[in-house]
């Protein structure tokens, strides 16, 4: 399948998909967003005039349809509770999140290459049993302990970084550096091990191959080997691994902001949740949406410049 039927086919099935199953869930979960905003000592009229200013006294395919159409011409509602339009109010929230998420996939990327490749050095010694080990614990804990752990060592003990908060790049490289690392490292631990275990058995496997057996035979050095045939061969389910984990970062920073006091989209849509502000989940969900449909893709054109005998077999 190419690039562009890929685009064309999965672009409104995903967008429709997941708004729609997202719709349906906070329509039929208990409770009513007009008793919430209407006040504790509000009447049924009160309630009744809420909800009607609102759109919710309508039928649901009535409402998913006119949120539909708004946000196919980028207007995704109006917030709820903060009567705001949802897009500036993704837009004021959306920097903490990119920035948190971006330096995560930078160490995700580094730490799990390298502790990856420096495996494969001398298989079943030492450093590949750490690593290993090392590995499997960053797939296993759970990323709001992680960050606590790095809180109460670097922040409470140590003092050498704040504990909460976030400070715009715009203020200062770092003031910035020093809020941001701590929780993205613990966004990068999970990626990063699982990077780690997939770039140490891809290696392992093409490194048993004949041409690199043939390469050792002539003499090449260790390193070129790895750069000319090890890398392009082990790069494919490299690459599928890390698109599938920059897919799940989305998730985590919902965890993390949260341990980190962080007002980005991760805390707003927490409060959104538990405020039922559908105009405003719908739009973070419709963002994340869009977010791993161009990962995907990215993943697909990295597959043709890897290895362009793969544009023809590439998985849909």
Do not use: C
Request: proline share 5%.
């Amino acid at each position: 399948m190419t690039t562009l039927k890929r685009v064309v086919i999965t672009t409104p099935v995903l967008f429709l998909l997941v708004t729609f199953s997202v719709f349906a869930m906070m329509a039929a979960a208990p409770g009513d967003p007009a008793v919430d905003l209407a006040g504790q000592n509000a009447t049924a009229e009160d309630i009744a005039r809420v909800r009607a200013e609102l759109g919710l006294d309508q039928g649901f395919f009535t409402r998913y349809g006119d949120w539909l159409s708004g946000a196919l011409t980028g207007d995704l509602g109006t917030s709820y509770s903060r009567r705001q339009p949802v897009t500036e109010l993704i837009v004021s929230r959306i920097e903490p999140t990119l920035s948190l998420a971006l330096t995560a996939i930078a160490l995700a990327v580094v730490l799990g290459l390298f502790a990856g490749v420096v495996a494969t050095f001398r298989p079943g010694g030492w450093v590949d049993r750490t690593v290993s080990l090392v590995a499997s614990l960053g797939v296993a804990l759970p990323q709001f302990w992680v960050g606590m752990l790095l809180v109460m060592t670097f922040s409470l003990q140590l003092r050498l970084m704040p504990a909460t908060g976030y400070v715009p790049l715009s203020e200062g490289v770092g003031p910035w550096v020093a809020h941001i690392v701590l929780p993205a490292l613990a966004l990068s631990v999970m990626p990063a091990a699982e990077l780690a275990r997939h770039v140490r058995s891809s290696v392992l496997e093409v490194l048993d191959k004949d041409f690199v057996l043939t390469a050792r035979a002539k003499g090449m050095a260790t390193p070129r080997i790895y750069v000319m045939h090890v890398a392009r061969n082990a790069g494919i389910p490299i690459v599928t691994v890390l698109g599938i984990r920059v897919a799940q970062l989305l998730g985590g920073t919902v965890v993390i902001e949260t341990v980190f006091g962080i007002q980005g989209l991760g805390t707003l849509t927490v409060d959104s949740v538990l405020g039922r502000d559908i105009p405003t989940i719908l739009g973070i969900v419709a963002l994340a949406a869009v977010v791993v449909l161009i990962v995907n893709l990215l993943v697909d054109l990295s597959y043709r410049f890897i290895d362009p005998r793969t544009a023809q077999h590439v998985p849909a």
